[in-house]
């Protein structure tokens, strides 16, 4: 779905016939989840519902003025779908979505959400997708394509830098421009330039220094001028500090309605504080999306087995196998009697994170029920709680767990995080399970190891239980399909196929953000600058407890035959990879192919290596299939400081195929060379390194050094003679220190000579 022609000059003559009255109503909704609707001109109201794993469309209050939702299918949480690792299937998830919203009038659906994990503790982890801004974006990307192909609009959100809950409608996010550009803003240009989302939201939080629904460079300097957004931007909700400077920074829409910001805009216009034309232009650009949305409403009866069957698939797709000792999955259920079915989980599960992206859905079985519904003929099934409702336990509990454990030839332990502990709104403060949990398991696991935990969570959690239990589930938050799914991949009716989105730590302590996760009098420091997640681990030459990108299959893969097109490429090449794999077990499976780049440059600091492109594949026992990689440009930049945008760096980089970033399969030295050489441009407090690095400074500064005295020089000595340690000094000096130094040898009037032929201002002789 795209803006076109028509649409924009509609918006344009409309704009041009508008009163300034109108265009400031037109700025803040008209209600809390729509837009004003202007009848003269043909256009009705615009509806908005949240999102983003299920539509959140409210039709009613309760008589205690509680919200009162519309039916919907709650697919499972973007953690969990984030574990899939599979495009195709969310795009079918997108349509669905899409389609839901058509059938209740639903125009735009604030989703996805795509905010990095920077920390294991964020409140909200459960609702974005992923550590890393490639495999959060391309999935995102099809999710938007697979809703607007219905002709519902996407909104992601929430731009920029919203990846905790603390204080977050007041934060100031300190963050360097390198990180943000290369890890906070990356997910979100990969959206906008792989499926054009109609609409962004801004965030609550300011990002150094200005709040981001009134920040001119996240808002107009970079989503509309760098990346070409032409969608609208509009605030998340209550989130406009000073409305003027939203209006010149870049949004479109302040949500929800505030008729305070009438008056305000109005008398910025007359007076001139707000120029009208600029007005004019957030008007434009909004009455564009609008009319589009408006044109492409196309309401059908929604097929809702149909999308059952979606997120049920989808469900087991994200389920990620951490253990498996002993093959103990998929288990032979013609020879097993009896399961103890432990947890209270199992009759009170919980399906879906806390906060504005809960789902109203159809009352579905338990996990038990399900079991008890899909189990073999002869089965029999035993229950017991082992904790209670609050994730407290007592003894009696322990012991009726323990007998059943006993006396059965299976036993799933249900266990994870209750809804209190993580929700929008509050951060984590630890990641521990309620102790009821941990002991359970720990009793258990104390008379028997052949145990299979299924954990329902949304963030990373401690589980020392892997060393002593012989089969971990990570079964996230899995919506409304839970029960079904668990019970499809327990009795062997689906594999558990997902991957790890993200990296979960031994120990809070190892935590990447660590100390810098708090905020410090109003403001919070990205001290760990891009180091989140796998790159910290790998920087830091660490082992996790789970690594990103690590998941178990019931069969194997070999991986044989990586080649690249070429080992020597240019910043405007193409450069194909492609490696064959094959199923070499007897169960058909999933593989997830990941590519990885490794910078091994120097100059800058770089991660270890950074995932670059996936593809999700489904191989029969013996089957052989290849898979094909594209990398551009894109795939080795970095963006400089100093040079004010991306780059890249010449040199060698490693091209590397893997099943997790710690289990590389393949790899490959390739060499970027630069058609044209490149250096930064000196300036008189560069470095006297940086002058010797650069060809046309090279000539200048050995000219320089050719007569200088100070540092030992000129009594004998050049340069090249002094001691390593003398020599570094000079290197990392800027050049007036060297003139101090001199002894007289060396002016500032001869430095400005230097800069200006370095620059080309004087013949560079």
């Given at each position: 779905m795209e803006i076109n022609s028509m649409e924009r000059e509609q918006a344009k003559a409309v704009t041009a016939s508008m009163t300034l009255e109108e265009k400031v109503h037109l700025w803040t909704g008209n209600s809390y989840w729509s837009t004003y609707p202007m009848e003269r001109f043909g256009l009705s109201e615009c509806i908005l519902s949240d999102g983003p794993h299920g539509v959140r469309r409210v039709k009613e209050r309760d008589h205690l003025g509680q919200a009162v939702n519309e039916r919907a299918t709650g697919f499972p949480a973007s953690a969990a779908m984030g574990a899939t690792w599979n495009k195709e299937l969310l795009r079918e998830v997108g349509e669905a979505l899409g389609r839901e919203c058509q059938s209740m009038g639903i125009d735009i659906l604030l989703g996805p959400a795509v905010n990095m994990k920077r920390s294991v503790l964020g409140g909200r982890n459960f609702e974005y997708l992923s550590e890393d801004p490639v495999l959060a974006g391309k999935l995102a990307a099809q999710i938007v394509n697979g809703i607007q192909s219905t002709g519902?609009?996407?909104?992601?959100?929430?731009?920029?830098?919203?990846?905790?809950?603390?204080?977050?409608?007041?934060?100031?996010?300190?963050?360097?421009?390198?990180?943000?550009?290369?890890?906070?803003?990356?997910v979100f240009e990969i959206i906008v330039k792989e499926s054009g989302p109609m609409a962004v939201m801004g965030a609550y939080n300011k990002v150094n220094?200005?709040?981001?629904?009134?920040?001119?460079?996240?808002?107009?300097?970079?989503?509309?001028?760098?990346?070409?957004?032409?969608?609208?931007?509009?605030?998340?909700?209550?989130?406009?500090?000073?409305?003027?400077?939203?209006?010149?920074?870049?949004?479109?829409?302040?949500?929800?309605?505030?008729?305070?910001v009438y008056e305000k805009l109005e008398k910025a216009v007359l007076s001139g504080e707000l120029p009208e034309e600029l007005l004019n232009k957030r008007t434009e650009e909004l009455l564009g999306v609008l009319f589009t949305l408006q044109k492409n409403r196309n309401p059908k009866p929604v097929d809702w087995e149909k999308h059952r069957a979606i997120a049920r698939k989808t469900a087991a797709e994200s389920m990620v196998l951490l253990k498996n000792e002993g093959n103990l999955l998929p288990a032979d259920w013609s020879r097993t009697k009896s399961l103890a079915v432990l947890g209270d989980f199992a009759v009170h599960p919980r399906t879906q994170g806390g906060g504005s992206s809960s789902v109203e859905t159809e009352q579905q079985a338990t996990i038990l029920e399900e079991l008890k519904r899909q189990a073999p003929e002869g089965l029999k099934i035993r229950f017991a709680a082992g904790y209670d409702r609050e994730g407290d336990t007592t003894e009696e509990l322990l012991k009726e767990a323990a007998k059943a454990a006993q006396d059965c030839d299976r036993v799933i332990i249900f266990a994870g995080l209750p809804e209190s502990y993580e929700s929008e709104g509050y951060d984590r403060s630890h990641m521990r399970m309620p102790e009821g949990h941990v002991r359970l398991i720990d009793e258990i696991a104390a008379i028997r190891t052949d145990i299979l935990v299924v954990l329902s969570n949304g963030s990373p959690i401690e589980m020392p239980f892997l060393e002593t239990v012989d089969a971990v589930l990570e079964a996230w938050l899995l919506g409304q399909e839970t029960a079904g799914a668990l019970a499809d991949v327990i009795f062997h009716?689906?594999?558990?196929?997902?991957?790890?989105?993200?990296?979960?730590?031994?120990?809070?302590?190892?935590?990447?953000?660590?100390?810098?996760?708090?905020?410090?009098?109003?403001?919070?420091?990205y001290g760990e600058r891009m180091m989140t997640g796998y790159r910290y681990y790998e920087k830091r030459g660490m082992t996790p407890a789970v690594p990103f990108g690590f998941g178990l299959s019931y069969t194997t893969f070999d991986y044989s035959d990586?080649?690249?097109?070429?080992?020597?490429?240019?910043?405007?090449?193409?450069?194909?990879v492609r490696v064959?794999?094959?199923?070499?077990?007897?169960y058909p499976g999933y593989e997830v192919v990941q590519l990885y780049v490794s910078n091994r440059q120097t100059r800058m600091l770089h991660p270890e290596k950074e995932l670059k492109d996936f593809e999700k594949l489904y191989l029969q026992p013996g089957e052989e299939r290849e898979v094909r990689f594209v990398l551009n440009c894109d795939a080795f930049s970095c963006y400089s400081r100093k040079a004010g945008g991306w780059i890249t760096e010449p040199g060698e980089y490693g091209i590397l195929i893997g099943a997790?970033?710690?289990?590389?399969?393949?790899?490959?030295?390739?060499?970027?060379?630069?058609?044209?050489?490149?250096?930064?441009?000196?300036?008189?407090?560069?470095?006297?390194?940086?002058?010797?690095?650069?060809?046309?400074?090279?000539?200048?500064?050995?000219?320089?050094?050719?007569?200088?005295?100070?540092?030992?020089m000129g009594e004998g000595r050049s340069f090249e003679e002094l001691s390593h340690f003398v020599k570094r000094i000079m290197l990392e000096?800027?050049?007036?220190?060297?003139?101090?130094?001199?002894?007289?040898?060396?002016?500032?009037?001869?430095?400005?000579?230097?800069?200006?032929?370095?620059a080309g201002k004087e013949e560079c002789r």
């Open positions: 519902t609009g996407a909104c992601m959100k929430h731009f920029a830098c919203n990846n905790s809950e603390a204080y977050r409608m007041t934060a100031d996010v300190n963050v360097d421009e390198r990180t943000l550009h290369e890890l906070y803003l990356k220094g200005t709040y981001a629904c009134e920040n001119k460079y996240l808002l107009t300097d970079v989503l509309r001028n760098a990346w070409g957004f032409t969608g609208m931007v509009l605030s998340d909700w209550l989130a406009v500090d000073e409305c003027v400077e939203a209006v010149k920074a870049g949004l479109n829409l302040e949500m929800p309605q505030n008729p305070a009716r689906a594999q558990p196929s997902g991957r790890m989105p993200e990296t979960f730590p031994k120990h809070l302590e190892e935590e990447a953000a660590g100390v810098h996760f708090s905020v410090d009098e109003g403001t919070l420091y990586m080649t690249v097109t070429k080992e020597r490429v240019t910043e405007k090449d193409e450069l194909e064959k794999v094959k199923n070499t077990g007897s997790s970033v710690k289990d590389i399969r393949g790899s490959v030295l390739i060499r970027l060379e630069q058609e044209e050489e490149r250096h930064d441009r000196l300036t008189e407090k560069s470095t006297l390194e940086e002058w010797l690095a650069h060809p046309c400074g090279r000539k200048e500064a050995e000219r320089m050094l050719s007569h200088y005295r100070g540092f030992g000096m800027p050049m007036p220190g060297l003139i101090t130094a001199s002894d007289g040898s060396f002016t500032h009037e001869e430095l400005s000579a230097m800069v200006n032929r370095a």
